[in-house]
Structure formats: C-alpha cells, structure tokens
C-alpha cells in the first residue's frame, strides 16, 4: 500500500510538471496574441472569446473526475494570469473589499486583475470614463429586490459600453466580532437587508437596521462595536476577521444579483448574447404597443423591460429594456431601426454575452 501510495505521488509530481509546462506555453501563446492585438488595436479583455475557451473547456472535460464548475473555476485564473501577461488591466469595482461586487469582479477577471475598490457606482463609471481604469463592474439588479437605480440613471449619460454580464448567487450571513456578545444593531446597505428582512424580524425583531454603503463597509463598522452584526458574505467575514453567527439568512434561497462589466470596448457576438438598450417614447395612444409589435415582429425575447423617471420632467419616463440576440445580428439592428421610428431617443448600452 505504501508504495502505491509513493508511486501515485510520483506520477502525480510528473504530471504537475507537465501541466506547469502547459500553462507556460499558453501564457507564450497569449503574449503572441497580445502582441498581435496591439497592431490591430484590439482590446486584450475579449469576452466573446473568453466565452468561446470556456465553451470548448466544457466540451474536453466530458466524463472526467472535475465537475464542469471546477474546471471553469481553473480555467477563469488561468486565462486572467494569461491575459494579464499579455497586459496588465485595472478593474474598478463598487467597493471596498469583499462585497459582492468584488467578488464578481474576481469572478469575471480572476485574482490576477489589478482591482480598485470605489465608493459608489458613478465612481466606477468615471474611472473608466477616464481611463485611470481598463473595466469598471457595477451591480445592476438583484433577482427579488429588484434594479439598482442608480447604475440604470448613470448608463443613459455615458459613452461607455456594456461588455459583460456577471450573475452570481447571494447567500447573506450575519457576521460578528463578539459570538457572545448581545445584539443591538445591525449594519449593511438597504439591498441586503430588505434581502433578509423576514430572517431579522423572526431572530431578531428589537434589533435596530442601520444601512452603511455597502455589506463590507458594514462589517468595518460593526467589527469595531461591542454590540453590533453585520450582514454580508463569508468572504467579508474571512477578510475582515469576523465570525459567521448564522449563514444563508437571506430569505429567498433563489437570490442572485447580476452586474455589468462596462468599459470602451464592444464585444462581439458569440450566439448567446444579450443586448440593452435605452429608450423614451412619444407620449401618443399606442406607443408602447407599437414598441412592443416591432420586437414580435422581429422575433426577437424580451428578458426585461421597466421604466425609470427621467428626473429632468415629471411623468416622463425612460424604458430599458434586456433582449436576447447581438446589435450585429440583422434582425436586432432591423428592430432598433424600427424602434426609432416611434421613440424621441433611443440608446444601445451594449451587447455582451449571457451570463
């Protein structure tokens, strides 16, 4: 058994060797195409292409030990230390660190990324906007509280674009420094604790809510009082040396947040994409319908669509709208043609691929 035991260690030790090798030669592989991609002007971040490797790892790793998810998992910190040989990008996210926005923003770009937390989402926007960062991740709408308003507003006044889509699963956790100690006060953003709102109500109904900016600016406050918890991820309670008092306390067990990855470049179709778009109808009888009848006439789905106040007239709306199908696919650019036709405005914020 022993020796068994030692020859299955050798051979492991010959494959990691091997596989070092490998990833060695990707990583050459990826300058080239880097160098190749500056000649052209192309932008290293491809998701298009990133969603392409990802589909063919998926493809070679049929009837292995490795669940699908374990192998993506691999393979997204391997395409980030490759990408980030060809050329280092910056990543601005809505922080600090350990929130969900930041765990996307790993999630989308792997740990070899250089990220820069920022306070708020318009933060985000205007470092990318001015260049101090490559990509900025924004958290866009979150699957039973609904859209984050104010990455929609700040979408309609920038000439960046989205170019990827993450969707994540949120498990929220109460997270403290004293496990003993009673609780008096709980702190996180609003979207957390409306996430978590019927949990409180039955464990702690005397608790006072206090919103903070963020889960993890949360966590600092409560990490310095005696007598107060925090809620946000296990994550957070790892970075900011928290104990986790409950886990999974959010009261949807379906709670997923989606976020975009906005910045200057516009990826390409992959077949399986999404677009957004922006747009503000003529106050007529019929003019929704009409928008309506032209995506069913061009068979295009709808996956959302909700209106947000303008703030510059009362009762004027913008509508925005998530589709599935590419800007570069005839029958989307036919249908946002068509779209213009009966709107005083209309914007594509971007398609991307389906997360």
């Known amino acids: 058994m022993k020796k068994n035991l030692e020859q299955t260690r050798k051979n492991i030790d010959k494959v990691d060797r091997e596989i070092v090798k490998l990833i060695n030669k990707r990583a050459s592989l990826a300058v080239e195409a880097g160098k190749a991609k500056g000649v052209s002007g192309t932008a290293v971040y491809a998701p298009a292409r990133e969603k ?132 008096l006060r709980i702190y996180s953003v609003p979207i957390a604790i409306a996430q978590c709102r019927e949990w409180i109500s039955k464990h702690y109904p005397d608790a006072e809510l206090i919103a903070s900016s963020s889960t993890a600016e949360g966590v600092k406050i409560a990490a310095r009082e005696t007598h107060a918890a925090a809620i946000a991820s296990e994550v957070a309670a790892k970075v900011y040396d928290m104990h986790v008092l409950h886990k999974g306390i959010q009261d949807s067990k379906q709670n997923f947040t989606r976020f975009f990855v906005i910045g200057k470049i516009a990826a390409k179709p992959t077949g399986k994409d999404k677009t957004s778009l922006a747009f503000m109808i003529k106050d007529r009888v019929g003019a929704l319908y009409d928008i309506l009848q032209t995506f069913k006439n061009n068979k295009i789905n709808l ?53």
């Open 52 to 183: 392409e490797v990802m589909r063919n790892v998926a493809s070679a790793n049929k009837k292995s030990v490795l669940k699908d998810e374990a192998m993506e998992a691999i393979y997204n910190e391997i395409i980030s230390a490759c990408r980030n040989a060809e050329l280092p990008s910056k990543i601005a996210f809505f922080g600090p660190w350990a929130t969900f926005t930041h765990q996307a923003a790993v999630k989308s770009f792997g740990s070899s990324g250089f990220f820069v937390p920022c306070a708020t989402p318009l933060e985000v926007l205007n470092e990318t906007e001015s260049g101090r960062a490559d990509f900025g991740v924004v958290p866009i709408e979150n699957s039973t509280e609904g859209s984050v308003n104010m990455t929609l507003d700040m979408l309609i006044d920038t000439e960046l674009s989205v170019c990827g889509e993450i969707s994540m699963r949120i498990e929220q956790c109460l997270l403290v420094k004293d496990p003993k100690a009673k609780i």
């Open 303 to 355: 996956t959302k669509i909700e209106s947000r106040p303008t703030k510059k007239k009362a009762w004027e709306y913008v509508f925005f709208v998530d589709l599935e199908g590419h800007i570069d696919e005839a029958k989307t650019a036919k249908a946002v043609a068509e779209l213009k036709k009966h709107c005083m405005f209309v914007k594509v914020l971007g398609s991307y691929p389906r997360a």
